[in-house]
């Protein structure tokens, strides 16, 4: 039998103008946005209709922002669709936020304060360190972790084969990609970052994180969520406020993770949030994967006409 597993976008796919049709086109949209603005004491819906570009990039408006339209993308399709089912949820770094909100750990208002909280604690700890990312596209996961032993850093996103980023000290990320092409990288190239995600350098922002969470309870998840860390389902409550801590410092093992789903029998898998980059993944992972996704209206007519027919 046929299983489903919702993905949920991860920091990189916010653009400008994302959710805008969504909200013109459906009041409950619009209402979700406006419900967002209340929660967080602030116009959140303007910066992701209209940015400017800069403003939407900042790390306390990007997860925020990328967890809202997340959501409402959830939302609508359960509109939509009222006999949706689904066996797990997974998110790619915030978008595990999201997957847990969609499995009813954390209430809406919990999980998008907190998300803003996560950014926020983030873009202060790459204001304290100088640090960058790099996508490594074409080299295996061996390869890539001697070139980090080799230049100082760290994997932070085994997304899927061929694509793999390191992150860590600013001054320490062109050597690296200059090893990663001697060990026959097809590209190396440094990202538009504002700092060391998934690294080291963002330590500063778990005890801040580790406190914002412990004010946030959690209920028994409807399914699993696999965590970003171990690759498995989330256990406990415990566990789960560990996890997200350790998630900030930790790299996100994504390919792992649908490889873990994949095993346990998922066939299926809906895309939640702006963009496809996990739809992309995915189709690298396993071509004979179904792979659906939500950005916008058009996005989600085809899905829920997928999901019907």
Known sequence: MSKTALLF?????????????????FPTARAWFDRANVALGYDLASICFHGPDTELTKTENAQPGIFLVSWIAFELLKGRV?????????????GEF??????????FEDSIRVVRQRGQFMQEACETTR???AAIIG????????????AGVQLANLNCPGQIVISGPADKMNAACELAKAKGAKRALPLNVAGAYHSELMAGAQPKLRDALAKVPLANP????????????????PDIHHRLVEQVISPVRWEESMRYLLANGFTRFIEF????????????????????????????DAT?????A
Do not use: W, Y
């Open 131 to 133: 640090g960058g990312m």
């Open 9 to 25: 976008a991860g920091q990189g796919a916010q653009m400008v103008g994302m959710g805008k049709d969504l909200a013109e086109n």
């Open 139 to 150: 080299l295996d996961e061996t390869a890539t972790r001697e070139v980090c032993t080799q």
């Open 222 to 237: 409807m399914v699993p969520i696999i965590s970003n860390v171990t690759a498995q389902p989330h256990t406990t409550s």
């Open 98 to 107: 999201t997957a847990l909100a969609a499995a009813g750990v954390m209430t």
């Open 304 to 308: 829920a006409k997928s999901l019907t």
């Open 273 to 300: 949030g702006p963009g496809a980059a996990l739809s992309g993944f995915m189709k690298r992972i396993d071509k004979s994967a179904q792979v659906l996704n939500i950005a916008d209206v058009a996005s989600l």
């Open 82 to 94: 009222p006999d949706l089912k689904f066996e797990a949820t997974a998110g790619l770094s915030l």
